[in-house]
């Protein structure tokens, strides 16, 4: 089946602390992957996507086939970083495929 | 700046009612999406369309329907309203496959 997993829910980190938001796909060809976030009030937008390999407000998120993983990476996270973050991808249907989503607080 | 609006913020109705959510792009956009947005169960497609009068069917179609008469616009159908469709209702379009989706606001329906 093809499949998003976000396993942790909620991700509590201080403010300057590294970040890992992780994502696991199960797909046996090469999806296209995204990361969305929602910000509290906000409409759900696009934070990043693979294939562009940008950094954008400071995360990355590297395709590693191997591990089937896009995990989303910030080196020091800042307290507007604090938001609902979906990894979603892209497979031979039209339509993407969101995961679970997962809350990141990060505290003062 | 792409704008995608829904008719509602916030809907209540009854067990049973038929409920209409209208979603609105001005972008040109071929492909529009329903979502729905429940916590620990993430986004979950209920139906796209990718042109004019085309529609497929998404992971949990049941108990919905959709029609896409207009380019623009992109409706959601509940043909008799339940308690667990009570969610928050996403609509999101896209110019072509695989480009980035917009979102709409989200409208928030409750079932009594």
């Known amino acids: 089946a093809q499949r998003v997993t976000q396993p942790e829910k909620l991700l509590s980190v201080f403010k300057g602390a590294p970040v890992e938001l992780k994502c696991n796909y199960s797909?046996?060809?090469?999806?296209?992957l995204f990361w969305y976030v929602q910000y509290s009030r906000q409409r759900l937008q696009l934070l990043l996507r693979?294939?562009s390999r940008e950094s954008i407000k400071g995360f990355t998120a590297d395709l590693n086939k191997g591990e089937t993983s896009f995990h989303l990476k910030k080196p020091f996270a800042q307290e507007e970083d604090s938001a609902m973050y979906y990894c979603?991808?892209?497979?031979?249907?039209?339509?993407?495929?969101f995961g679970s989503g997962t809350r990141l607080q990060v505290q003062p | 700046d792409v704008k995608v609006t829904q008719s509602s913020r916030y809907l209540v109705k009854r067990t049973g009612e038929k409920v209409f959510l209208e979603c609105v792009q001005d972008?040109?956009?071929?492909?529009m999406f329903w979502y729905r947005q429940d916590p620990g169960l993430g986004l979950r497609l209920i139906y796209f369309s990718y042109d004019v009068k085309m529609k497929e069917k998404g992971d949990i179609p049941e108990g919905y329907s959709v029609s896409r008469e207009k380019k623009e616009r992109f409706s959601l159908i509940l043909e008799s309203a339940s308690t667990n469709q009570t969610s928050m209702y996403l609509c999101a379009s896209s110019f072509r496959e695989g480009d980035e989706q917009f979102f709409g606001p989200g409208t928030r329906l409750t079932v009594l």
């Open positions: 979603a991808f892209l497979t031979g249907r039209r339509a993407l495929t």
């Open positions: 972008m040109d956009h071929e492909n």
């Open positions: 693979h294939i």
């Open positions: 797909y046996s060809g090469s999806p296209e």
